[in-house]
């Protein structure tokens, strides 16, 4: 059974840092691309930043240059950096996991980011 945990979201002020984390298990972590995605209220869920298992990365243009992802296949586990947050980047930020040949994406329950002063 595929789990996807997340943590490290919280309540920030814009300019401030936050880092993501997502634990998986009941996957071969390493055949997986990993991704991140988050929906703001009111909007469509969007994907932030995808990773695969050989450290192919993708970034959503307007966190390029502020949001850095990143994996650790021993810890079965996906990063995703946050800096410079924005009001905008207010959302429930998703934990997604998808096999490299399959089109299934497997969701955490999400996270949380208010960025507000």
């Known amino acids: 059974q595929v789990q996807l945990v997340e943590s490290g979201g919280g309540l920030v002020q814009p300019g401030d840092s936050l880092t993501l984390s997502c634990a998986a298990s009941?996957?071969?972590?390493?055949?997986?691309?990993m991704g991140w995605y988050r929906q703001a209220p009111g909007k469509q869920r969007e994907s932030v930043a995808t990773?695969?298992?050989?450290?192919?990365?993708n970034y959503v243009d307007s966190v390029k240059g502020r949001f850095t992802i990143s994996r650790d296949n021993a810890r079965n586990t996906v990063y995703l950096q946050m800096n410079n947050l924005k009001p905008e980047d207010t959302a429930v930020y998703y934990c997604?996991?998808?096999?490299?040949?399959?089109?299934?994406?497997?969701w955490g329950q999400g996270t949380q980011v208010t960025v507000t002063s």
């Open positions: 990773i695969s298992g050989g450290g192919v990365i």
């Open positions: 009941g996957i071969n972590f390493s055949f997986h691309i």
């Open positions: 997604s996991a998808r096999l490299a040949s399959s089109s299934k994406w497997n």
